[in-house]
Nanobody, 113 residues
Framework: VQLQASGGGLVQAGGSLRLSCAAS??????MGWYFQAPGKEREFLAS???????NYVGSAKGRFTVSTDNARNTVYLQMDGLQPADTGVYYC??????????WGQGTLVTVSS
């Protein structure tokens, strides 16, 4: 499984970013994102199932939107209303029946106040 995340960067508070993650190497039933703030553990953020069902952690609800392309080769995370607390590394992840969970290398998002 190969995952390549992109789209991170520096943004002012209240701004938006769209993260992308290109995935290959298997068929993925779940795709999504984890978040790791500086000095903290990585935590689940959002996911989307093959059925289209989405799941979000509380801090992401209403501000972030997870989606995929039709081929389910790319997973996106649209982040609106970013705040300094959203600063950290965002990791895409996928689940396949063959390989289980896999995570990408992460992309850094910095939100300035």
């Amino acid at each position: 499984v190969q995952l390549q995340a992109s789209g991170g960067g520096l943004v002012q508070a209240g701004g938006s970013l769209r993260l992308s993650c290109a995935a290959s190497g298997s068929v993925f039933s779940v795709m999504g994102w984890y978040f790791q703030a500086p000095g903290k553990e990585r935590e689940f953020l959002a996911s989307i199932h093959t059925s289209g069902r989405t799941n979000y952690v509380g801090s992401a609800k209403g501000r972030f939107t997870v989606s995929t392309d039709n081929a389910r080769n790319t997973v996106y995370l649209q982040m609106d209303g970013l705040q300094p607390a959203d600063t950290g590394v965002y990791y895409c992840y996928v689940f396949s029946n063959r390989y289980g969970n896999d995570w990408g290398q992460g992309t850094l998002v910095t939100v300035s106040s």
